[in-house]
C-alpha cells in the first residue's frame, strides 16, 4: 500500500510536468516556424540532415554547440544597442551591456589581451574596419594575394581593399609551398605599408608572427594578425599566438573557435583599441547583432574549458593523419602536408581538376570546396585544387583512424574521376560515408 502511495505520488507530478509542457508547445505551436512557414521551416529540416548525413571536410566550417545555437535564437535579436556598453544611444540596455560586456572580457581571458571588440557583424567588415582605423584612400597595404592562400579583404583586386588602396601582395615560394619571408620583407622595404596582415584562408602552415612583427616594425606598418581560420587553434594552444606580434588581432568567430557567424577585433595598446572601436561604431556599423554577441560569449565560455584544448589538439592531430594518408596514397599537397587544421591538395598529379573532383566527392557524402593553389595555370571558378580541413569531424568525435578512412575514400573517388567512371564508387562511397556518419553524430544538431 505504502509503495502504491508513493508511486501515486510521485505519478501526478509527472502528469502535470507532461501536462504543462503538452500545454506550452500547444501555445507555442500557432506561432511555431513548423505553422507559420513550413516551407522554410522543411528547407531547415532538410539542410540540419544533410549536415548530420556527411562528412563536412569544409576547412573554415564547424558544428557550433546546441547552447551557442540556443544563444543565436533569442529575444536578443530585437534590441538596438548602438555604442558600447555603459555608452549607447539607445535606452533599455541593462541586460545588453552586462552580455556585451561578459563576451569582452570573456575574448580577452581567452586570448590574452587587453582589449576586445566583439561588434564586427563577420570577418569581411572586422577587416574594412582595420583600413578605416588606420589608413586613408590611396595607402599601401601588403596582403598575401588571394591564390596564394590570402583573403579577398587583404588588398585583393575584386575587394573594395584592392581597389580603395595601393595594394601590394606576396606568396609563397614556389619549391616549399610556404610563405616567403625574405620576399614579404623586400616588399615591404620598396614599398612601406601601412598596414601589414599576415594570416589567411588557405594556409596549411604555422604562421610566423615574429618574423611579421620584425618587418613590421623596420617599415613602421601596423601588423594585423587574420587568425579567423586558426582562432580556435591558438585558444587552444595549438598554434602559437600573435599576441605580443601584431598590433591588431582579427578574426572571425566561427571557423575552429566554433561559435556563432560573427568576429572580433582584439588590440593590446589602449591607441590602437580606441581606433578599432571607432572605426567598428560609428565608422562602419550601427547596431550590434546582440543574439550573436551572446553565442559568441558562450562560444568563448566553451573555449576557455579544458576540453576546448584537447579538441584543438585533436584537430591537428587528425589534420595530420589525414595528410599522411593522402601523402602515402600519391597526393600532392601544397607546402608536403600541414601544421594546422587545413590541407591544399594539388590535384594536377591525379589528372583531375577541383571542381570535378569537389563536385564528386560531394555526391559521395565527403564536402570539400575547389580552391586554387599557388602558381595554378586554371582560372579561380575551375582551379587545379581542392582544400580540407579536419574541425567539423574533429567536433563530431572522430580521430585518427576516421581521418585515414576519410583519405582511402577521396582517393578511391577522385581515381574513378580520373578514370571517367566514377558512379559506382560514388554510390557505394556514399553508403559508407552514411555508416560512418551515423556513427558520430554532430554536436548541435537534432
Ligand atoms: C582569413 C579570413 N579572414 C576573413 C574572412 C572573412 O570572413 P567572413 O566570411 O565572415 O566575412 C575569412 C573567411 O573565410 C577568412 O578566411
Redesign the pocket.
Known amino acids: 500500500m505504502g509503495h502504491h502511495r508513493g508511486a501515486n505520488s510521485r505519478r501526478p507530478c509527472a502528469w502535470v510536468a507532461a501536462a504543462v509542457d503538452v500545454e506550452k508547445e500547444g501555445a507555442m505551436a500557432e506561432n511555431s516556424l513548423n505553422v507559420v512557414d513550413p516551407e522554410i521551416a522543411e528547407l531547415i529540416r532538410a539542410e540540419e540532415r544533410r549536415q548530420a548525413d556527411t562528412v563536412k571536410l569544409i576547412a573554415?566550417e564547424n558544428y557550433v554547440s546546441r547552447a551557442v545555437l540556443e544563444a543565436t535564437g533569442t529575444v536578443l535579436t530585437n534590441k538596438y544597442s548602438e555604442g558600447y556598453p555603459g555608452k549607447r544611444y539607445y535606452e533599455g540596455q541593462q541586460v545588453i551591456d552586462k552580455i556585451e560586456s561578459l563576451a569582452v572580457e570573456r575574448a580577452k581571458a581567452v586570448f590574452g589581451v587587453n582589449h576586445a571588440n566583439v561588434q564586427p557583424y563577420?570577418?569581411?567588415p572586422a577587416?574594412l574596419a582595420v583600413y578605416l582605423a588606420f589608413l586613408n584612400p590611396g595607402d599601401t597595404v601588403l596582403g598575401m594575394g588571394l591564390p596564394f592562400g590570402g583573403?579577398l579583404?587583404h588588398g585583393w583586386s575584386v575587394s573594395a581593399t584592392g581597389k580603395w588602396f595601393n595594394s601590394v601582395r606576396y606568396g609563397v615560394r614556389r619549391d616549399t609551398g610556404r610563405i616567403d619571408m625574405d620576399e614579404v620583407r623586400a616588399l615591404a622595404l620598396e614599398h612601406r605599408p601601412k598596414l601589414i596582415f599576415c594570416?589567411?584562408?588557405a594556409i596549411p602552415r604555422t604562421i610566423d608572427f615574429p618574423a611579421f612583427a620584425e618587418i613590421a616594425k623596420e617599415v613602421g606598418a601596423v601588423l594585423a594578425a587574420?587568425i579567423?581560420?586558426i582562432a580556435g587553434l591558438v585558444a587552444g594552444g595549438a598554434h602559437p599566438s600573435p599576441v605580443g606580434y601584431a598590433d591588431v588581432i582579427s578574426t572571425?568567430t566561427h571557423k575552429t573557435l566554433r561559435g556563432p557567424?560573427g568576429?572580433m577585433l582584439m588590440a593590446n595598446s589602449d591607441e590602437v583599441a580606441k581606433a578599432l572601436d571607432k572605426a567598428v561604431f560609428p565608422g562602419l556599423q550601427g547596431g550590434p547583432h546582440n543574439h550573436t554577441t551572446a553565442a559568441i560569449a558562450v562560444a568563448l565560455h566553451e573555449a576557455a574549458q579544458p576540453e576546448f584544448k584537447a579538441y584543438a589538439a585533436q584537430v591537428v592531430k587528425n589534420a595530420k593523419a589525414l595528410a599522411d594518408e593522402l601523402l602515402a596514397r600519391g597526393f600532392d599537397l601544397v607546402s608536403g602536408g600541414t601544421d594546422n587544421h587545413l590541407i591544399l591538395i594539388d590535384l594536377t598529379s591525379k589528372g583531375v581538376g577541383g571542381k570535378p573532383a569537389a563536385q564528386a566527392l560531394d555526391r559521395a557524402g565527403l564536402e570539400t570546396n575547389y580552391n586554387t593553389v599557388p602558381f595554378d595555370p586554371r582560372k579561380p571558378f575551375d582551379p587545379s585544387g581542392i582544400r580540407i580541413g579536419t574541425p567539423s569531424v574533429t567536433s563530431r568525435g572522430m580521430g585518427e583512424a576516421e581521418m585515414r578512412q576519410i583519405a582511402a575514400w577521396m582517393d578511391e573517388v577522385v581515381t574513378a574521376v580520373a578514370k571517367g567512371d566514377a558512379e559506382d564508387v560514388i554510390a557505394r562511397v556514399h553508403g559508407e560515408v552514411t555508416e560512418l556518419t551515423s556513427r558520430f553524430p554532430a554536436p548541435g544538431l537534432s
Do not use: K, L, W
Open positions: 573554415s563577420s570577418g569581411s577587416n583573403h579583404t594570416g589567411g584562408t587574420d579567423a581560420h572571425t557567424r568576429a
